[in-house]
C-alpha cells in the first residue's frame, strides 16, 4: 500500500506519507522530519499503542461507573437516600427502593447519545418548564392498563446526589403530591399516594417498589425517619 501510494504521491515525502496514513496533522511533520526509516516504523507503533491506551482508558472509565450489584447500589446511594429522606420526613428505604425499580438498582441509568449518564434515579420527565439538561429514551408507558414503548424526554444531572436533590423538590412543590407527603408515616402509604397521584402510569408501580423494600438487602438497614430538615446540600 505504501509503495503504491508513493507512485500516486510524487514528491509527497516518507515521513508526510507515513504521518498522513496514521491520521497525523501538519505538527507531525516537524516530528518526523529527520527520522530514519526505523524510526519511522517506531513511531507509528507509538502511535498506535497511544491510541489503543485512549481507548482501553476510556472504556475503564465507562465500566468503573458502572453499578454491578444491589449491595453496590445500596452501598453508594444509602448516605444520599438518608440525607434525602430527612428532607421529606420519609424512610429512606423507600427511596432506595423506588430508585432501584427506575434504575434496575443502578444497572439501567438512562443514558444520552454519548452514552453519558443522565443520573435520573427516579424517573422524573423534563416537563416545559425544566431549563437543565436532558435525555430522550425509549421507555415503556401504560395507557388503559396496556404497555406501549414511547419516546419521553428525561432531566438529566450532574451527580446522582443533584438527582436526590431534584426529587426532593419535585416532590414538595407540586400540589398534586401533598398528600402522599401526609402518608410519610406509612411506608406503603406514601409509596400507594404517589402512585394514585400519578408519579408513574404503571398500574402495578407501588406494588413493585413495595416488593424490592420487603428484600433482604434492604430490611436490614436501618430506616430513618425524622422531621423535615432545612434542606439538601448542593
Do not use: C
Not at 111 to 129: P, R
Amino acid at each position: 500500500q505504501i509503495s503504491l501510494d508513493l507512485s500516486k504521491r510524487g514528491n509527497l515525502g516518507l515521513a508526510d506519507m507515513i504521518v498522513q496514513q496514521m491520521g497525523g496533522q501538519a505538527k507531525d511533520k516537524e516530528v518526523t522530519a529527520s527520522m530514519g526509516l526505523s524510526d519511522y516504523r517506531d513511531f507509528s507503533v507509538r502511535r498506535i499503542q497511544g491510541a489503543l491506551q485512549e481507548v482501553n482508558v476510556e472504556k475503564t472509565n465507562a465500566v468503573s461507573n458502572k453499578i454491578s450489584s444491589p449491595e453496590e447500589f445500596i452501598n453508594k446511594m444509602w448516605p444520599q437516600a438518608q440525607q434525602a429522606a430527612q428532607e421529606l420526613g420519609v424512610d429512606a428505604k423507600v427511596l432506595l427502593a423506588q430508585s432501584a425499580l427506575e434504575t434496575g438498582w443502578g444497572k439501567h441509568v438512562m443514558q444520552n447519545k454519548a452514552g453519558q449518564s443522565s443520573h435520573n434515579l427516579f424517573g422524573i420527565k423534563a416537563s416545559h418548564g425544566w431549563e437543565g439538561k436532558t435525555v430522550s429514551v425509549q421507555t415503556v408507558e401504560y395507557e388503559n392498563g396496556i404497555a406501549e414503548k414511547r419516546q419521553a424526554t428525561f432531566r438529566a444531572y450532574d451527580s446522582y446526589q443533584d438527582s436526590f436533590n431534584d426529587y426532593v423538590q419535585f416532590l414538595k412543590e407540586n400540589p398534586r403530591y401533598q398528600q402522599a407527603l401526609e402518608l410519610v408515616d406509612s411506608n406503603e402509604g406514601f409509596i400507594q399516594g404517589l402512585q394514585k397521584a400519578g408519579y408513574a402510569t404503571d398500574p402495578a408501580y407501588a406494588k413493585k417498589i413495595i416488593s424490592i423494600l420487603g428484600r433482604e438487602q434492604l430490611s436490614e438497614l436501618t430506616p430513618v425517619k425524622s422531621a423535615p430538615a432545612s434542606g439538601l446540600a448542593g
